[in-house]
């Protein structure tokens, strides 16, 4: 079982917000300062006015000077906001009346178009008829610049089938790729839809397809951390599809150097230093994944942070670091059912605190898994206590079939040799070996027992807790 097991951010299944238009203060942020030929100047839609004595009064001015686009940019806003504030249609519909009229007296106007593209586009994520027609006339016409500020007009018609498809449960990928590839051909030089192109082909397990997109992003984009992010964790998913990532070492040094070049681009992001500590240890790297875990508790010392470094501290041997950090953490305010505590402690052979922990741990939790039920046998028969009463009130649940298989070994309900034919990769090695020595352990079968503990050691699944356990019970048998 894998130790700190955090969810990674970038690994997210939700939708990416790419209707990102048309709200009040972002409309005025958007139209603000953006125009070297008007003044956006938004004073006049202050709130503590009427709307409808505003817009009268902004009427009158420019039937009084029909040729002035400063004050018809001034009413366009006025109807804008008026139509954000009380939904009216026919506000909406006058405010971009107007500023189709800015734009015949001020051609080109890139804060007209800009407001009136997201106008549009918000349109066609809404669905509304024609609308994809009129938001791609106007995005052709934005400069190169500001094209790269706004979203595709295909994005928008890819979020409203999106949502669609999700409410009738009616799936077609077919028509949610081809959407984004339009928007990819409308928008190259935009991250937005190879990213979300190859995170649904991800999902799919369409690995060299995502890859594919994400490359052809890398080919046209130098400077999107989003991008790079994005390869690095389509080449973690590659190596864990076949349910063991260090099978596949080589995917995980791509991933490194992804993650890599996103450093740069964002040395501050706390979730890149966490993903390479992660798999440089993986990589047998130590050193390197301590100094990332070091930046990330500098760039972010929060207690789930801190306690992470220290869990790394502790699968390299080095406990008195690991209990130092993980008082940090507890001041921190980190909680006592954190597995940190109890993991850390069962690594150094500190059974009384790890029974004292764990206990927290399993109060804490609804449903527990096979590696529940492993980890409170070991630590009750270390710690002589007895977790069992506890045990019946959980509910056990499997995440695949090689965990139902732990179970039915680890409560003979299968045999050795029955649990051996159910090994196909090195995680669930280091697990078999790890369980087999355990066996052996306690049935007083040492040279049996360093043999198994020996083999997992030699599996090299670093994050794996089998292994510190494996080199726990192995150092005690050698001091005997």
């Not at 027609?133 to 979020?159: C, E, H, M, Y």
């Not at 994944?289 to 930046?295: D, Q, R, T």
């Not at 090994?423 to 020595?437: A, D, I, L, P, Q």
Request: charged share 20%; with cysteine; proline share 3%.
């Amino acid at each position: 079982m894998y130790l700190h097991q955090r969810v990674a951010q970038n690994f997210s299944k939700h939708v990416p917000r790419l209707a990102l238009t048309a709200g009040l203060s972002l409309m005025l942020a958007m139209t603000s300062g953006c125009s070297q030929q008007l003044r956006t100047d938004t004073s006049a839609t202050q709130f503590d006015a009427s709307a409808a004595t505003e817009i009268a009064e902004l009427e009158a001015q420019s039937q009084q000077d029909p040729n002035n686009a400063e004050l018809l940019y001034k009413l366009s806003l006025a109807y804008i906001v008026d139509a954000e504030k009380t939904k009216s249609t026919a506000s909406r519909d006058a405010g971009i009346k107007n500023l189709h009229k800015v734009l015949k007296q001020v051609p080109g106007n890139t804060a007209t178009l800009k407001l009136l593209y997201n106008l549009y586009y918000e349109d066609v994520a809404a669905g509304k008829d024609k609308a994809f027609t009129k938001a791609a006339d106007i995005f052709n016409q934005l400069p190169a610049k500001t094209r790269s500020q706004v979203n595709a007009p295909s994005l928008g018609v890819f979020l409203n089938r999106y949502l669609a498809q999700q409410k009738s449960g009616e799936k077609n990928l077919p028509e949610l790729y081809q959407l984004l590839l339009n928007a990819i051909n409308e928008q190259p030089d935009s991250d937005k839809a190879y990213i979300q192109l190859a995170k649904m082909y991800r999902e799919e397990n369409y690995f060299p397809l995502a890859l594919a997109t994400l490359k052809l992003g890398e080919e046209q984009i130098t400077s999107s951390k989003g991008l790079y992010e994005a390869i690095a964790n389509t080449y973690e998913a590659r190596a864990q599809a076949n349910g063991c990532s260090y099978e596949k070492s080589s995917y995980l040094s791509d991933a490194i150097h992804y993650y890599q070049q996103a450093v740069p681009l964002a040395p501050k992001d706390a979730s890149i230093h966490f993903a390479l500590s992660r798999l440089y240890l993986d990589q047998n790297l130590f050193q390197l994944a301590l100094h990332e875990s070091s930046i990330l508790i500098e760039l972010d010392p929060s207690a789930e942070n801190i306690a992470f470094n220290a869990q790394n501290y502790s699968v390299i041997g080095n406990e008195q670091k690991a209990h130092t950090l993980l008082e940090q953490a507890k001041e921190k305010g980190l909680p006592g059912s954190d597995s940190a505590y109890h993991e850390i402690y069962m690594n150094s052979g500190d059974w009384m605190k790890a029974a004292v922990s764990f206990t927290e741990y399993l109060q804490a939790k609804k449903n527990i898994s096979v590696y529940d039920i492993i980890k409170a046998d070991i630590i009750s028969q270390q710690a002589d206590m007895d977790f069992l009463a506890s045990i019946p009130e959980k509910e056990l649940t499997f995440n695949s079939d090689w965990e139902m298989a732990v179970y039915a070994y680890w409560t003979d309900k299968m045999t050795r040799a029955q649990f051996e034919q159910q090994v196909k990769n090195r995680c669930e090695r280091t697990e078999y070996f790890f369980y087999s020595g355990y066996r052996d352990y306690r049935a007083g079968k040492i040279p049996a027992a360093k043999a198994n503990f020996s083999a997992a050691l030699e599996q090299n699944t670093y994050r794996f807790i089998e292994r510190p356990l494996a080199r726990h019970f192995l150092h005690g048998l050698d001091s005997q």
